[in-house]
């Protein structure tokens, strides 16, 4: 072997190496952007409606936002978009190496709190969608109902890992808690995203909210996300260079089209209503 192959052999990982962390980089930005538009807007759409004392503004966007004389399910409903705000803002902040090594105390309560948020709107989703009523048909119910049951899983495993020291296995379903919670704000982006591709709807009823298409991305909306950190985890410890240059693609080629559907969901769904 010459000389310059050696060096191209060399360089190769290294290049590779880079690559996954730029793709992971751009998928990180892209997301924490996203996240933090969803928060402003429902922070400042709901939160800003009930301020005023206009609950009723809520049902402008959901089917089953206020509903008079129904104390509980108001209660419920409030607390589980407040806490969506305080979720959305400290998910992303929990998941940077630098906060986690330079201020660790603040890491382990913003984690504690984005725990007990994560399990209590686990709790009220459910609490909607089965006592309260939510759109969709009872599959896209089901779905919802094992997001919120994967929400507390990981919520357990990743404080049980931390407990006993086992930080490489909490910072695995950390990674995987914040995907499940975020199922939420994938299924908007997915969403947007399929209509722009469709230029329109298509596979569902946009009246009823019900289809195939809506059933698939129900379970997609955090399954998909958590077959892909699988893949990202085991090409990052076990693939050579030229898996870890094919995951670096296929995720910089996902997360423009998270982007895609961020900005439909951004100018279609949340911007009108502020």
């Known amino acids: 072997m010459t000389g310059n192959a050696v060096d191209a052999a060399q360089r190769k990982p290294a290049l590779a190496d880079k690559a996954l962390k730029a793709a992971v980089v751009f998928w990180f ?28 503004t809520w049902n402008k966007v959901l089917a089953y936002g206020y509903i008079p004389g129904d104390a509980m399910g108001n209660v419920a409903m409030a607390a589980h978009l407040f806490l969506a705000v305080i979720i959305t803002v400290g998910g992303p902040i929990q998941l ?11 890491h382990r309560w913003n984690g504690r709190i984005y ?10 989703g459910l609490y909607r969608v089965w006592a309260r009523g939510a ?62 591709l469709n230029h329109g709807p298509a596979g569902f009823d946009p009246k009823t909210f019900q289809g195939p298409f809506l059933t698939f991305l129900s379970f997609a909306q955090y399954l998909l996300p958590l077959a892909v950190l699988e893949l990202y985890l085991r090409t990052r410890e076990r693939a050579g260079a030229g898996g870890r240059l094919a995951m670096a693609a296929g995720l910089a080629v996902l997360t423009a089209a998270m982007g895609v ?7 279609g769904m949340w911007l009108p209503h502020l």
């Open 29 to 56: 930005l892209v997301t924490v952007i996203g996240q933090w538009i969803f928060g402003y807007y429902v922070a400042f759409f709901y939160g800003g409606s009930a301020a005023g004392g206009h609950f009723e």
């Open 115 to 124: 725990v007990l948020t994560a399990v209590i709107m686990s709790l009220t």
């Open 135 to 196: 759109v969709g048909d009872v599959i896209q119910h089901v779905a919802i109902s094992l997001n919120a049951a994967l929400i507390m899983l990981c919520a357990a495993l990743a404080v049980r890992h931390a407990l006993i020291r086992n930080f490489g296995a909490h910072r695995r379903w950390a990674l995987r808690l914040f995907l499940v919670v975020s199922g939420v704000w994938f299924f908007r982006v997915g969403l947007m995203l399929w209509i722009v």
């Open 261 to 267: 559907g961020i900005f439909a969901a951004t100018l």
């Open 96 to 106: 940077l190496p630098r906060i986690r090594e330079r201020a660790p105390s603040f």
